[in-house]
């Protein structure tokens, strides 16, 4: 009775079932129409991938929108402008989709499986997001030279060491580019970076035992100076800078006056604008110290006629320190120190500096501060040994500082006891800065690198008798091929090399050299040659992305993703490492039809099961924290 009665409710239950399939059958998804992604032209979709080009690399994404109308109303017989459809949200979909990818992909084809460094260091936007800049350094077999170029901006969940390290190890995954094969790292000197037992160096090097840390010279220079003069010479000084670019700054009315003055007193030429010293601009003050000098005469009269006609106390001050010949004699002191050492500070920010002279060049500017210092008779290396056993009891202070201290000592305008006190203080000045002493707390390890780069050099290498390179390999751990590297080193100088004079050039040409059995018998040497090519000396890199950072997302598109950001800077950058721009960069044919298919839109999103995953997981965390299983919760 109960098993025929259970079989006639399963066979209704069957023919139940069949009706309600039988009547879903026509809205089955099977059945229905599937609607068709009508692709572009290749023309269309050639114009739109340069218009998009022309927004990332010159313009707003925001104007896309009037770009394109502008080019259909005014090229109406052109077929590729009448099928132009793209507005900011369809530029957009191609930048971040195909575009950003496209570049990206061909920077890591071009790193390939090569050494690399980094440059690092931490920024905020203009929506306050903590952002980390990545600058690559590598060489580029294809181009035959080292490129530096924008790798990406991370966003920051933290701050600290471990966060800046979890960061970067994540973007390093996500581009796929093996951590083992990261040679150096250059940073500025905060702690965080540089730390000896938890900053980011010191946790980089646990996992990659034979990472190099340089820090930025550019940085090292401007503390060095800031510090010389905040520790030995007058504070009045920098007041006197600092005020008088403030003076101008506030008050348009002010500026004007200036330059009419000016005008009156120098036939009708222009003055030069009075800069700003700033602590984020590498050595600003030498700018502000030449420029204030060179219209020494003309501030000195603009603020005699202002504390007269305004009877502001701010012009009283300047007016009065401008009087004072001390100051004025501090600043020709300066200007020929801060001149030297800016020079060198724009050699190190160049993208095409020849590294194995960049020894050279610190040395001599070191060299020439301690000379001021230093008996005649003397000889000694300031970078590697003390010199306060050699010191000139009355050091020569260049032609323009004596020259103005005997017209002040003529007049009756200093004693000798201040003349005695002013190059005291300008002595110390040189001792400290040595710029001696704060070079050597800073730079021990960067001079310690470059004096063995330069083993590398040319005119090394080609000589019947080298310098050893045994000590540049052991420092650079102890590498296997020593002894390969040695005998190809030895035998190099018997090839007639068509490259003798830039580094680069000549090593490149070593690493293409083959022999009649089509093998590069220098392959080791040149290999690790180009290795020590990509070593950073200058976070100038990174600071270029900021600035580029700082033009794409401003205070109108300040809500800019960071995606989108990378993608723009990744087109940007991918422009400039080609030697291309906008209007000669040539879009391959399998981007060009991306652009005009379903693939411009293509957005990924996790899976619908991973979704669900999701929620379950949130919702187990939240009752798990109320102490209250799922299980019980399904009970009630």
Not at 61 to 82: P, Q, R, V
Not at 309 to 338: G, V
Not at 436 to 456: A, C, D, G, T, W
Request: hydrophobic share 40%; with cysteine; charged share 25%.
């Amino acid at each position: 009775m109960n098993s025929g009665l259970s079989g006639k409710i399963r066979g209704f239950n069957q023919s139940q079932q069949n009706k309600k399939t039988q009547a879903a059958e026509p809205f089955s998804l099977q059945r229905q129409q599937k609607l068709s992604f009508r692709e572009q032209s290749p023309s269309s979709s050639a114009a739109e991938g340069s218009m998009a080009l022309f927004l990332c690399a010159h313009s707003a994404i925001a104007s896309c929108d009037h770009l394109g109308e502008m080019c259909k109303h005014n090229f109406k017989d052109s077929e590729a402008a009448k099928s132009i459809k793209m507005h900011r949200t369809k530029c957009s979909k191609i930048i971040k989709n195909v575009l950003g990818p496209h570049f990206n992909n061909d920077l890591l084809s071009d790193i390939g499986n090569g050494k690399y460094s980094l440059l690092l260091d931490e920024s905020n936007d203009v929506s306050v997001n903590k952002l980390l800049g990545i600058v690559i350094i590598y060489y580029s077999y294809k181009q035959g030279k080292t490129i530096a170029s924008f790798l990406a901006l991370t966003k920051l969940e933290t701050c600290n060491a471990e966060g800046i390290v979890n960061a970067l190890k994540k973007t390093l995954e996500e581009m796929r580019l093996d951590l083992q094969n990261l040679l150096a790292i250059g940073t500025d000197n905060a702690s965080v970076m540089v730390g000896i037992n938890n900053g980011v160096y010191a946790k980089l090097k646990a996992e990659v035992p034979s990472l190099i840390l340089i820090k930025c010279l550019c940085h090292s220079l401007q503390l060095a100076v800031s510090h010389a003069m905040t520790d030995t010479l007058p504070r009045n000084l920098e007041f006197l800078i600092h005020e008088t670019y403030n003076w101008f700054s506030k008050s348009a009315m002010r500026q004007i006056k200036y330059t009419q003055l000016y005008e009156t007193i120098n036939c009708g030429e222009r003055p030069l604008q009075i800069l700003q010293v700033s602590d984020t601009r590498w050595l600003s003050i030498e700018a502000a110290v030449n420029r204030t000098l060179h219209q020494w005469l003309e501030l000195k009269t603009h603020f005699n006629m202002t504390r007269l006609s305004e009877k502001c106390y701010s012009a009283e001050i300047l007016y009065n320190m401008y009087c004072d010949e001390t100051n004025m004699l501090y600043l020709l002191f300066l200007k020929p120190i801060l001149s030297e050492i800016q020079v060198m500070n724009k050699a190190f920010q160049s993208e095409k500096n020849y590294h194995v002279k960049l020894l050279n060049d610190l040395n001599i500017v070191v060299q020439g501060i301690s000379r001021k210092l230093v008996l005649p008779s003397f000889k000694v290396d300031p970078l590697l040994s003390s010199i306060k056993d050699y010191l000139d009891p009355k050091p020569y202070l260049r032609h323009s500082f004596e020259k103005k201290v005997e017209q002040l000592r003529k007049d009756g305008k200093i004693n000798v006891y201040d003349e005695q006190e002013i190059r005291k203080r300008c002595k110390s000045f040189l001792l400290t800065i040595s710029l001696l002493k704060q070079l050597k707390q800073r730079l021990p390890e960067n001079v310690v690198i470059l004096k063995k780069i330069s083993l590398l050099s040319v005119d090394n290498v080609l000589r019947a008798v080298k310098e050893p390179i045994q000590p540049l390999l052991e420092y650079m751990g102890g590498s296997r091929d020593i002894d390969a590297i040695e005998s190809q080193l030895s035998k190099i100088n018997l090839i007639d090399w068509t490259n003798k004079t830039e580094i680069i050039a000549f090593w490149d040409e070593v690493n293409k050299y083959r022999d009649a059995s089509g093998s590069n018998p220098f392959a080791e040497l040149a290999t690790f040659a180009l290795s020590m090519l990509i070593l950073p000396y200058s976070n100038a890199q990174v600071e270029r992305i900021f600035s580029q950072l700082n033009l794409v997302k401003n205070k109108i598109q300040n809500k800019m993703s960071v995606k989108i950001t990378n993608a723009i800077l990744t087109i940007r950058f991918g422009l400039k490492r080609n030697s291309k721009c906008c209007h000669n960069y040539v879009l391959p044919p399998e981007i060009i039809r991306k652009i005009g298919s379903k693939e411009a839109y293509t957005k990924k999103r996790p899976s619908r099961a991973r979704k669900q995953l999701t929620g379950m997981t949130m919702i187990s965390s939240i009752f798990v924290s109320m102490n209250i299983s799922i299980i019980s919760f399904k009970t009630l």
